[in-house]
């Protein structure tokens, strides 16, 4: 006989994390089902959180999983040219980072089964059935609720099984390394730091300090494919240089690969009785994510209190999060899709306009305003600059 739920939330990812809670505060009865034997443990290698991400959660940072807390961040050109945005951030213990949130799921009455993997679904009277296994036992269950959300990743298996065309550019996928590193002082800088350019096509290389001797360097490519090892290899002599640091004083802690939907647009999120959030949705980000979590399993809740789970009205999960994030990621497409078109000098170029100019103002108000202010900014300064942004037309 199968366990009965009203909601299943699959993956316990930040949105998962997010969409379980909240549809718990909306009175709905919730199942989480995890397939690594514990929260937190081998944690996605997203590593970074900024204010202004995180206030659209409404969640306030807690110190129990920052480790370090940084002024802001730095752009970087390939010739070096930097552009300073003043926004506090934070370096996260990703491990801590989850188990603060499945706490915070466990104190609104989810039951969370770790080391349980959904192996498949399939719609039937009403509701979805998932069919689950245990990684330690090998015991197979069947668990039957009303609506499900997906919230296992980027490579989630289980949107497809539901037939879920979540990214319109699934091609864009951004793949890459993070390291965490042990070098003398070099977690000391109150500034991130993301390198642009040819060096990684497509997005970008990091630096991020943790604090003392450690850090954590990065690297995330599109469009050549999951191995990003050969891009991965010349950044960090790269960046050996960059920092004077000596071989025998680089160490290399810890090593974490994965992707990032920065640029693929979320397309079908949901159909009936299934949503889809977080990477697995083709949301990018830890607070965007975490939003998105939030919005679906309050319509989770609500669908389950009218006792309706048809696609119509979990339509509003959709019609909700495009009202809060789509133009960002709209923007950032185009932003980025312009700088992997651009050739190196260009970008050089345009970083001259901003060079030496507080930005931190233009990433105010809504992403509509920001892009406006950019754009005037680069009038002012440099009109030709205008010409260089046009590479988003170019076809390559």
Same mark, same amino acid.
């Given at each position: 006989?199968?366990?009965?739920?009203?909601?299943?939330?699959?993956?316990?990812?930040?949105?998962?994390?997010?969409?379980?809670?909240?549809?718990?505060?909306?009175?709905?009865?919730?199942?989480?089902?995890?397939?690594?034997?514990?929260?937190? /443990?081998?944690?996605?290698?997203?590593?970074?959180?900024?204010?202004?991400?995180?206030?659209?959660?409404?969640?306030?940072?807690?110190?129990?999983?920052?480790?370090?807390?940084?002024?802001?961040?730095?752009? %970087?050109?390939?010739?070096?040219?930097?552009?300073?945005? =003043?926004?506090?951030?934070?370096?996260?213990?990703?491990?801590?980072?989850?188990?603060?949130?499945?706490?915070?799921?466990?104190?609104? #009455?989810?039951?969370? /089964?770790?080391?349980?993997?959904? %192996?498949?679904?399939?719609?039937?009277?009403?509701?979805?059935?998932?069919?689950?296994?245990?990684?330690?036992? #090998? @015991?197979?269950? *069947?668990?039957?609720?009303?609506?499900?959300?997906?919230?296992?990743?980027?490579?989630?298996?289980?949107?497809?099984?539901?037939?879920?065309?979540?990214?319109?550019?699934?091609?864009?996928?951004?793949?890459?390394?993070?390291?965490? &590193?042990?070098?003398?002082?070099?977690?000391?800088?109150?500034?991130?730091?993301?390198?642009?350019?040819?060096?990684?096509?497509?997005?970008?290389?990091?630096?991020?300090?943790?604090?003392?001797?450690?850090?954590?360097?990065?690297?995330?490519?599109?469009?050549?494919?999951?191995?990003? $090892? $050969?891009?991965?290899?010349?950044?960090?002599? /790269?960046?050996?240089?960059?920092?004077?640091?000596?071989?025998?004083?680089?160490?290399?802690?810890?090593?974490?690969?994965?992707?990032?939907?920065?640029?693929?647009?979320?397309?079908?999120?949901?159909?009936?009785?299934?949503?889809?959030? #977080?990477?697995?949705?083709?949301? $990018?980000?830890?607070?965007?994510?975490?939003?998105?979590?939030?919005?679906?399993?309050?319509?989770?809740?609500?669908?389950?209190?009218?006792?309706?789970?048809?696609?119509?009205?979990?339509? =509003?999960?959709?019609?909700?999060?495009?009202? *809060?994030?789509? @133009?960002?990621?709209?923007?950032?497409? &185009?932003?980025?899709? @312009?700088?992997?078109?651009?050739?190196?000098?260009? &970008?050089?170029?345009?970083?001259?306009?901003?060079?030496?100019?507080?930005?931190?103002?233009?990433?105010?108000?809504?992403?509509?305003?920001?892009?406006? $202010?950019?754009?005037?900014?680069?009038?002012?300064?440099?009109?030709?600059?205008?010409? =260089?942004?046009?590479?988003?037309?170019?076809?390559?």
């Amino acid at each position: 006989m199968a366990i009965k739920t009203d909601i299943a939330v699959i993956g316990a990812s930040p949105a998962g994390l997010m969409a379980a809670r909240y549809a718990a505060l909306g009175g709905a009865k919730v199942m989480l089902f995890e397939k690594k034997e514990e929260i937190g /443990k081998d944690p996605h290698p997203a590593n970074s959180v900024f204010k202004g991400m995180m206030n659209i959660t409404g969640e306030k940072i807690d110190s129990s999983y920052v480790v370090r807390t940084i002024k802001g961040m730095k752009l %970087i050109s390939p010739c070096g040219r930097k552009i300073k945005v =003043k926004t506090e951030g934070y370096a996260l213990d990703k491990g801590a980072f989850d188990r603060f949130y499945e706490k915070k799921a466990l104190c609104e #009455g989810v039951e969370i /089964k770790t080391g349980t993997e959904v %192996i498949n679904l399939r719609r039937k009277e009403s509701g979805v059935v998932l069919k689950t296994v245990s990684g330690n036992s #090998g @015991t197979s269950e *069947s668990v039957k609720a009303k609506v499900v959300i997906v919230a296992d990743g980027i490579l989630s298996k289980n949107a497809q099984m539901a037939g879920l065309h979540t990214m319109k550019h699934p091609e864009d996928i951004a793949w890459g390394t993070e390291l965490t &590193i042990r070098a003398p002082g070099i977690g000391t800088s109150d500034y991130a730091e993301y390198f642009i350019g040819s060096h990684a096509p497509g997005w970008k290389s990091t630096y991020l300090p943790r604090g003392g001797d450690e850090a954590a360097i990065g690297v995330y490519v599109r469009h050549y494919g999951q191995d990003t $090892s $050969s891009f991965l290899n010349a950044w960090i002599e /790269k960046f050996k240089d960059i920092k004077g640091i000596a071989d025998d004083e680089f160490e290399i802690i810890e090593s974490k690969s994965a992707g990032d939907p920065i640029v693929t647009i979320p397309d079908q999120t949901y159909t009936d009785n299934i949503m889809a959030a #977080g990477g697995a949705a083709g949301q $990018s980000g830890i607070g965007y994510a975490m939003h998105a979590g939030q919005i679906a399993g309050k319509v989770g809740a609500l669908a389950v209190a009218k006792g309706d789970y048809s696609a119509r009205t979990l339509s =509003k999960y959709r019609s909700n999060w495009r009202s *809060s994030l789509y @133009t960002e990621h709209v923007f950032g497409r &185009i932003g980025l899709e @312009t700088l992997r078109k651009m050739e190196d000098d260009e &970008i050089d170029e345009l970083f001259e306009v901003f060079e030496g100019e507080d930005v931190s103002s233009l990433i105010k108000g809504n992403t509509v305003n920001q892009g406006l $202010s950019v754009l005037s900014l680069m009038l002012q300064k440099n009109p030709a600059s205008l010409l =260089k942004a046009s590479a988003y037309f170019r076809n390559r």
